[in-house]
Nanobody
């Protein structure tokens, strides 16, 4: 079993920044992908960004628009999401996800999920 714990969410004014963290524990993977998703009230979960063990990245440009950066520390089994220039529409619960690498940086079909961390951006 893989356990994921997100942290770093909170309340921030528009234009501000937050850095989310997700620490993985339990089962280890030889090669795995860690990703961020988000879900706003009344909307379906959407993909934000993903990163492989080797550092290959994929972003949802529609969501990120050049404002977010995903990174990871393999020694700590931790993935980060640096979010800058936040907007009210970024308000959502942000979820960490992990899966064994299957050849693609998928925007869905992840096997393991955290409980989420709330991000609220005020006008």
């Amino acid at each position: 079993q893989v356990q994921l714990v997100e942290s770093g969410g909170g309340l921030v004014q528009a234009g501000g920044s937050l850095r989310l963290s997700c620490a993985a524990s339990g089962r280890t993977f030889t090669n795995y992908v860690m990703a961020w998703f988000r879900q706003a009230p009344g909307k379906e979960r959407e993909f934000v960004a993903a990163i492989t063990w080797s550092g290959n990245r994929r972003y949802s440009q529609e969501v990120v628009k050049g404002r977010f950066t995903i990174s990871r520390d393999n020694a700590k089994n931790t993935v980060y999401l640096q979010m800058n220039s936040l907007k009210p529409e970024d308000t959502a619960v942000y979820y960490c996800a992990v899966d064994e690498y299957k050849g693609l940086l998928r925007t869905n079909s992840y096997d393991f999920w955290g409980q989420g961390t709330q991000v609220t951006v005020s006008s």
